[in-house]
T-cell receptor
Framework: KQEVTQIPAALSVPEGENLVLNCSFTDSAIYNLQWFRQDPGKGLTSLLL?????REQTSGRLNASLDKSSGRSTLYIAASQPGDSATYLCAVRVNQAGTALIFGKGTTLSVSS | GAVVSQHPSRVICKSGTSVKIECRSL??????MFWYRQFPKQSLMLMATSNEGSKATYEQGVEKDKFLINHASLTLSTLTVTSAHPEDSSFYIC????????????FGNGTRLTVT
């Protein structure tokens, strides 16, 4: 059974710092991995999608890497801002017939000004 | 970009009543939609996969008679929580793939259900 773990569970940094969020998954047979942002009481915003054949994806100040063989992904946030404060969720898609995502519990990020 | 609309965003109901949550894909067709539930400080847990024109597929431990799913059109799936109890209070969120199984999943804004 696929399990997704995110470390750390919470992180507080001052504005301007670069930071890395970690995600690991137990079964390397994934189709893709997706990073999301969730604001309190809100839905999910997709940040980056990495296909299983890809190593990384970049969008603005965000860079996500994928090492499928070792079951790891990282989300790098450059020059963090208070507006980046949110919970970041990592999810993997493992089912060939369906398209459900398996989520980690998330990392709650707080960026202070 | 692709948008998934979920309604209502918040609902409070009395124990024993039923609540319907709607999930619509606004600018794309979704033959499949997914329903998740999220308890406080917990991860999103997949409840069921909704398939247009056929029966939903439920995850282990999810009561299909309690959580009724209907996917009558290519743009609308509904989740009805029947005979709701306080333990059903949670954040329910739907999602749909924009195209094919390898595409990004787009999520609705979720529904906060409180059963009193």
């Amino acid at each position: 059974k696929q399990e997704v773990t995110q470390i750390p569970a919470a992180l507080s940094v001052p504005e301007g710092e670069n930071l890395v969020l970690n995600c690991s998954f137990t079964d390397s047979a994934i189709y893709n991995l997706q990073w999301f942002r969730q604001d309190p009481g809100k839905g999910l915003t997709s940040l980056l999608l990495i296909q299983s054949s890809q190593r990384e994806q970049t969008s603005g100040r965000l860079n996500a890497s994928l090492d499928k063989s070792s079951g790891r992904s990282t989300l790098y946030i450059a020059a963090s801002q208070p507006g980046d404060s949110a919970t970041y969720l990592c999810a993997v898609r493992v089912n060939q017939a369906g398209t459900a995502l398996i989520f980690g519990k998330g990392t709650t990020l707080s960026v202070s000004s | 970009g692709a948008v998934v609309s979920q309604h209502p965003s918040r609902v409070i109901c009395k124990s024993g009543t039923s609540v319907k949550i709607e999930c619509r894909s606004l600018d794309f067709q979704a033959t499949t939609m997914f329903w998740y539930r999220q308890f406080p400080k917990q991860s999103l847990m997949l409840m069921a996969t909704s398939n247009e024109g056929s029966k939903a597929t439920y995850e282990q431990g999810v009561e299909k008679d309690k959580f009724l799913i209907n996917h009558a059109s290519l743009t609308l799936s509904t989740l009805t929580v029947t005979s709701a109890h306080p333990e059903d209070s949670s954040f329910y969120i739907c999602s749909a793939p924009e195209w094919g199984y390898n595409s990004p999943l787009h999520f609705g804004n979720g529904t906060r259900l409180t059963v009193t």
